[in-house]
């Protein structure tokens, strides 16, 4: 899925900052294991990978979130059930750092 908004006066950091308690507050059982600040094609960006739990099913998540023009942020979000993750990792990273922001 893909979501865009105007960060404002909020920093990346501070954005992510307000999605990762979002996320925390809407999912009962979620677990983000791994998360990095980095440049997708000289935009800003941040990785979360999150693992969680929804109506019995283990779900395993990549999440960018990559600044584009006019201060505005894209989040885009790779989904796959947690026993499909290591046929699903790489794809999902090569086609988040592949992003062009415009």
Do not use: R
Request: net charge negative; charged share 20%; glycine share 2%.
């Amino acid at each position: 899925s893909i979501n865009s908004t105007s960060l404002g006066e909020t920093s990346l950091e501070n954005y992510v900052e307000s999605m990762k308690t979002s996320l925390i507050q809407s999912i009962s059982i979620i677990n983000i294991v791994k998360e990095e600040t980095i440049t997708i094609n000289g935009s800003d960006a941040y990785l979360l990978e999150i693992k969680s739990i929804q109506q019995d099913l283990k779900f395993h998540t990549l999440l960018a979130f990559i600044v584009g023009k006019n201060n505005t942020v894209c989040a885009f979000s790779f989904n796959t059930i947690e026993e499909s993750w290591p046929v699903y990792e790489n794809i999902f990273h090569q086609i988040a750092e592949s992003i062009k922001m415009k």
